[in-house]
Nanobody, 118 residues
Framework: QVQLVESGGGLVQAGGSLRLSCAAS????????MGWYRQAPGKLREFVAA???????SYADSVKGRFTISRDNSKNTVYLQMNSLKPEDTAVYYC????????????WGQGTQVTVSS
């Protein structure tokens, strides 16, 4: 049974920082690209960042230079360091494990709320 458990969300003022964590159970962490998505009220879920098993990273244009994704293989955990937060970053953030053979997401976490006040 694969589980992705997020933590680290909360309320922060604009310009502040938060670090999200996603602990993964099962064997997926060593084989799957991992990532973060977010969904704001009334909007579609959108890609934020991803990291491969070889530590190659990719980011949405809206977060480049402000967010950093990383992974700790010894802890089966992926992180999202979010700096210079803006009110428009307010959303529920979801951890995701990508499918390995076809496009798409294999597993989702339950989500963690991030609220940035102006």
């Amino acid at each position: 049974q694969v589980q992705l458990v997020e933590s680290g969300g909360g309320l922060v003022q604009a310009g502040g920082s938060l670090r999200l964590s996603c602990a993964a159970s099962g064997s997926i962490f060593s084989t799957n690209r991992m990532g973060w998505y977010r969904q704001a009220p009334g909007k579609l879920r959108e890609f934020v960042a991803a990291i491969t098993t070889g530590d190659s990273t990719s980011y949405a244009d809206s977060v480049k230079g402000r967010f950093t994704i990383s992974r700790d293989n010894s802890k089966n955990t992926v992180y999202l360091q979010m700096n210079s937060l803006k009110p428009e970053d307010t959303a529920v953030y979801y951890c995701a494990a990508f499918r390995t053979t076809i496009a798409g997401i294999a597993y989702w976490g339950q989500g963690t709320q991030v609220t940035v006040s102006s």
